[in-house]
């Protein structure tokens, strides 16, 4: 446990952005584990509904750099890549 005061705040401050980080991340990946939900079960319009969220998603993730800019658009690539070889 810190004994300075500066310190003290620190932690504090840490923790509230372990938390925010936490809920961007699973944010971003429950997103990602719906569209590839809704890619499997076939449904092409319900996935690009999804997909913009999950790029959106997948941006603020990079923004405030949980995931790393050639990650995200490595992502972005291929959940499109399988949305756009879902057939009607």
Not at 11 to 32: F, G, P
Not at 58 to 79: E, G, M, Y
């Amino acid at each position: 446990m810190p004994n300075i005061k500066s310190a003290k705040k620190r932690v504090l401050t840490s923790e509230r952005k372990c938390n925010e980080n936490v809920l961007v991340d699973s944010r971003m990946k429950n997103s990602i584990k719906k569209l590839e939900k809704t890619i499997k079960e076939g449904n092409k319009d319900e996935a690009s509904k999804i997909l913009n969220t999950t790029f959106k998603n997948i941006d603020k993730a990079q923004d405030v750099h949980i995931v790393h800019p050639n990650k995200a658009a490595r992502l972005k690539s291929r959940l499109q890549k399988s949305v756009n070889n879902l057939t009607k």
